[in-house]
Structures are given as structure tokens and as C-alpha cells.
């Protein structure tokens, strides 16, 4: 695998991350992410020319409908005989700190 023409500085990646890197797991790291890197290169060898533009990935598009005014729920009652304290519209429920 070809690494790219890119020079990883391990001391401040492991600065960044915080993490203390031994010889073993710099060697480790250096050659993951310049296989990560070089993943990414097969990009350049496409070209932005080639790609073409996309909006959507998934296929699905934005499902709209016309706004309308939401029906009240009846089922107030229900609700209020079921809670064990219901004040101003709303179940009033104990404090939880």
C-alpha cells in the first residue's frame, strides 16, 4: 500500500488526544492513519470532474402536506380521573431533586 505524501507529527496528535505514546504504539498509530489517509487518496485519482453533484443519498424526499390545525384531544377526562392530582389543565406530579 503506497503511503501518501503526508508527514504525520505523532508528538502533537498525541498532545491533542492525550495520550503518552510508547515507540511500539507510535509505530501502531503512524501506520493506521496512513492507511486511513490512503484510503482517502483514491479521491484525488477521481477528480471532482468526474463526480457528480448529489442532493440526497437515501432516495427519499421531504414528504409535505398542507398545514391544518391540530384536533383537540378529548380524552382529557380519561386522564384526569387516572392522575392522583390534576390542577390547571395539567397533572401535577411531586417534586424529584
Same mark, same amino acid.
Given at each position: 500500500?503506497?503511503?501518501?505524501?503526508?508527514? $504525520?507529527?505523532?508528538?502533537?496528535?498525541?498532545?491533542?488526544?492525550?495520550?503518552? $505514546?510508547?515507540?511500539? @504504539?507510535?509505530?501502531?498509530?503512524? &501506520?493506521?492513519?496512513?492507511?486511513?489517509?490512503?484510503?482517502?487518496?483514491?479521491?484525488?485519482?477521481? #477528480?471532482?470532474?468526474?463526480?457528480? @453533484?448529489?442532493?440526497?443519498?437515501? #432516495? &427519499?424526499?421531504?414528504?409535505? &402536506? @398542507?398545514?391544518?390545525?391540530?384536533?383537540?384531544? @378529548?380524552?382529557?377526562?380519561?386522564?384526569? #380521573?387516572?392522575?392522583?392530582?390534576?390542577?390547571? #389543565?395539567?397533572?401535577?406530579?411531586?417534586?424529584?431533586?
Amino acid at each position: 500500500m503506497p503511503a501518501p505524501d503526508i508527514e $504525520l507529527d505523532l508528538d502533537r496528535i498525541g498532545i491533542l488526544s492525550r495520550l503518552a $505514546l510508547d515507540d511500539e @504504539e507510535r509505530a501502531t498509530i503512524q &501506520r493506521d492513519l496512513l492507511a486511513i489517509l490512503n484510503q482517502f487518496s483514491i479521491l484525488e485519482e477521481i #477528480g471532482e470532474d468526474a463526480a457528480e @453533484e448529489t442532493h440526497e443519498v437515501s #432516495g &427519499r424526499r421531504n414528504a409535505l &402536506r @398542507e398545514d391544518r390545525e391540530p384536533s383537540r384531544f @378529548e380524552g382529557v377526562k380519561d386522564i384526569q #380521573g387516572q392522575a392522583p392530582r390534576f390542577a390547571a #389543565g395539567h397533572v401535577v406530579v411531586p417534586k424529584n431533586l
